[in-house]
């Protein structure tokens, strides 16, 4: 309720939250006075920075002086009003009390204000990268979705017709190239859900290991790799309904991209997390896919061993509260600990 009143305020004209920020500071007047009544101390005075901030949250420019004119105005009725003659009689030290007030109510005002102006600023900044990042999850999910499956009917329609064997070449890796590219995209398309739900639950490591290699066996037999599992029954872990989709992309893009024939899997527990450690004996990472994994942006250099591929992992992998670090692997090619809280 709060907030959206400041919402309101700050959209209206600048001669309307003039007007709101006087009848603020009469209402607290009439507040301080009455409170006056109850106290011969004058530490109710100090109320008068209440109005001041709530006004100068009203406004985003750095000087803005109207807040700070009235807090001085309200100050000097209620002084005139809390010690009377005292007041006049110490006319030059009421004056230096006053000016000395009115500097630090111009200060406070214009840190509020600098730091409305920063707001917005941010505000701005975020709306203006949500509306790129929607533009380009539009183009990259949609547009160029729409053209892939354009692109595979020519491929195909090309396949029914006479070719040489040179061609039938050249087009079965086009197809190739352009399947690797539309996992791409579903990948992404996943990984959009994903952002949207942030939901976080206990998961059984082993369970939805199990289902990630249920769910890639056919790719896994195509090309003819050989899965070792060196784990047994294990605690659980934070994750969400992604995890299953971060094992199974890992094994499945070394497989399709490493030349690997052995992948091997295993699990360790430790008192607050647990370790699966996916390793192959295929080609090994570049570093700058390695890279990917230390917090780096994808560069788009290593499009051909799957760079895109391992950022959208890498981005899965922070969605289910756990980090992956890669290395060379003793076997020969990489090796991925995907480092998981224990729930």
Not at 2 to 20: D, G, Y
Not at 240 to 249: A, E, G, H, R, T
Request: net charge neutral.
């Amino acid at each position: 309720m709060v907030s959206s009143f400041f919402e309101r305020v700050r959209k209206i004209n600048f001669w309307q939250k003039n007007a709101i920020s006087i009848v603020i500071f009469i209402i607290f007047g009439i507040v301080i006075h009455l409170l006056s009544g109850f106290s011969e101390h004058g530490y109710h005075l100090f109320l008068i920075f209440v109005p001041l901030i709530l006004t100068s949250s009203f406004y985003f420019r750095k000087w803005n002086l109207l807040p700070s004119f009235l807090a001085t105005l309200l100050l000097l009725v209620m002084s005139l009003i809390h010690y009377g003659e005292l007041f006049v009689d110490r006319i030059y030290i009421s004056i230096l009390n006053l000016s000395i007030f009115f500097a630090i109510f111009i200060l406070v005002s214009v840190l509020i204000g600098m730091v409305n102006i920063s707001f917005k600023n941010l505000k701005k900044e975020k709306e203006s990268v949500e509306s790129r990042n929607d533009f380009l999850s539009t183009l990259l999910v949609q547009d160029f979705g729409s053209k892939y499956q354009a692109i595979q009917g020519y491929q195909y329609l090309l396949k029914e017709t006479e070719l040489s064997k040179d061609q039938e070449e050249y087009l079965d890796k086009a197809i190739n190239a352009s399947k690797e590219v539309k996992e791409v995209l579903d990948l992404a398309k996943k990984l959009e859900e994903i952002e949207k739900k942030k939901l976080i639950a206990e998961k059984d490591v082993l369970e939805v290991l199990n289902q990630a290699l249920e769910d890639i066996k056919d790719a896994i037999r195509k090309e003819g790799v050989e899965i070792k599992k060196d784990y047994k029954k294990i605690g659980k872990v934070e994750g969400n309904y992604s995890l299953k989709l971060l094992f199974s992309q890992i094994i499945l893009t070394r497989v399709q991209k490493s030349g690997c024939d052995n992948v091997k899997i295993s699990i360790e527990e430790g008192e607050q997390k647990i370790q699966v450690r996916i390793e192959d004996d295929g080609e090994k990472l570049p570093k700058n896919i390695q890279n990917i994994f230390m917090g780096q942006p994808y560069s788009g250099e290593t499009t051909g061993v799957g760079g895109a591929k391992y950022y959208i992992i890498r981005e899965i992998a922070e969605h289910n509260n756990s980090s992956i670090e890669v290395e060379d692997s003793e076997l020969g090619g990489a090796k991925f600990d995907i480092i998981l809280k224990k729930a």
